[in-house]
């Protein structure tokens, strides 16, 4: 896993793709204000099959994410992953195969982030 600190940025409305048949997880970090409302939709691609996204809260660092509580953690093939920045500052995701009934391969998500009024 690609430390925190330099993992990836994230930019709003800009697909991001990668395989977890050749990294074990996909990671990055996505700066949030209090109140946004997010929206994530991604697939696996074949011959990936389910896999799983999680969000930690600002402040998460590579020191605490054993620890960390997922804002959200969820199944983009059930449908749009939905929640509200409930923090301002930089907000972890991390992405992996899931361990119930998961296949490793391409995966790719956009995420949305409409900012509150």
């Known amino acids: ?30 700066s949030l204000v ?35 509580i997922a804002v959200v953690s969820s199944f983009p093939r059930r449908g749009p992953i939905r929640f509200t920045a409930r923090s301002s500052g930089t907000h972890v995701f991390v992405i992996g195969p899931t361990c119930y009934n998961a296949t490793d391969g391409p995966y790719r998500f956009v995420v949305t982030v409409r900012h509150k009024a």
Do not use: Y
């Open 34 to 68: 209090a109140g946004d409302q997010v929206l994530i939709k991604g697939t696996a691609v074949s011959p990936a099959h389910h896999f799983g996204i999680g969000f930690f809260p600002a402040g998460t660092t590579d020191r605490n994410l054993g620890k960390a």
């Open 1 to 30: 896993m690609t430390p925190i600190a330099s993992a990836p940025v994230l930019r709003p409305g800009v697909e991001v793709s990668g395989d977890t048949s050749t990294d074990e997880t996909g990671d990055g970090s996505i």
